[in-house]
Each structure stands twice: as C-alpha cells, then as structure tokens.
C-alpha cells in the first residue's frame, strides 16, 4: 500500500533518530532518514526507514540490547551483506538498517534520496513507476522491490553522473 506523503514523516524519524541516539549514545555513529517518506511530497508505504551506521554491525551486543531495551526487535540478519541487520519499531512503522561505517548500501540509500529530493523529475518518475507497481498483486515485498530495481537503476545511474560532474567541476572564482 502506497499513501500520500505524510507531514508527519520527518517528525516521526526525529522522535525514532533521538530514541536510538539516547539509546546507543556514540555507538550510532549516524541516524539517517532514508526511503521514501525522507522524500519531501513522495507517495510511500507508511513505514519510516533508519539508516543506522554502528562501528560494526557483526558486534551486536555493542546495539542490539540498548535497542531492544528502547523496544526495537531484530527481524532480520544478512550478515553476508555488508553485515546488514533490520529492526523493527516500537510504536511506529519503522524499519531499521544497520550497516557500518563505508558500506555500498549505505551509501546508495543516501545517494538515492539525496538525488529524488533534488531532482523533482526522477522524484515524479519514481513516484509514478511506484504507484502503477502497487495496483499488480505481488507474491512478496521483494517482488515489488524488485520490479522497481530498474528504475532505482536509472535514477542512481543519473545520481553518480551528476556527483561526478559536480567533483569535476572548476571552482568558481
């Protein structure tokens, strides 16, 4: 399900971010908002996405317990991609992904979001091929996830291109 962008979004990630900061102190290395609900006016599937950068997601006992005490729940490990762990919220629709410090997936889930804020046609591109993709019936989330993979493609493709071109660039003078 897919609704209109929420207002309340970003205040929800703020009351989320400052939970895991107060729960895990400087072992969140950085809480970032990502997916689409980061997106200012995007359509998404009413669930905040966290992106938590800890100094290794491997040593669970550095975060796993703080957060579980704070009333996170480890729903998933991928411990074969780049260490990845998902929690769960307490109270809000929230997935948590952990990653540490210089994963790809990281960085790609910023680099998305950073170009579909940035660039109102792929963002209107992105929320277009979404909503014709949620009107089909899918086996799993990853279907769907994965119907999406060649426009995320796309957009990330454009992304890189114009980083490179603004690293490239000549400052002014």
Known sequence: MIVEAD?????????????????????AVSVEHVGSTAVPGLCAKPCVDVLLTVPDPGEEEAYVPPLERAGYAVAHREPEAEGHRLLRGPDVNTNVHVYGP????????????????????????????????????????????????????????????????ASTAAPAE
């Not at 910023?110 to 209107?124: I, S, T």
């Not at 899918?138 to 990330?156: C, G, M, N, P, R």
Request: proline fraction near 4%.
């Open 7 to 27: 207002p309340k979004w970003p205040y929800l990630f703020q009351r989320e971010a400052d939970r895991i900061r107060e729960a895990l102190g400087a072992t």
């Open 102 to 165: 210089g994963a790809a997936e990281a960085e790609r889930l910023l680099l998305f979001r950073d170009r579909l804020r940035a660039d109102p046609a792929d963002r209107e591109h992105y929320a277009q091929v979404k909503t014709e993709l949620v009107q089909r019936r899918w086996e799993s989330v990853q279907a769907y996830a994965d119907a999406k993979a060649d426009t995320v493609d796309e957009i990330l493709a454009r992304a890189r291109e114009a980083r490179a071109r």
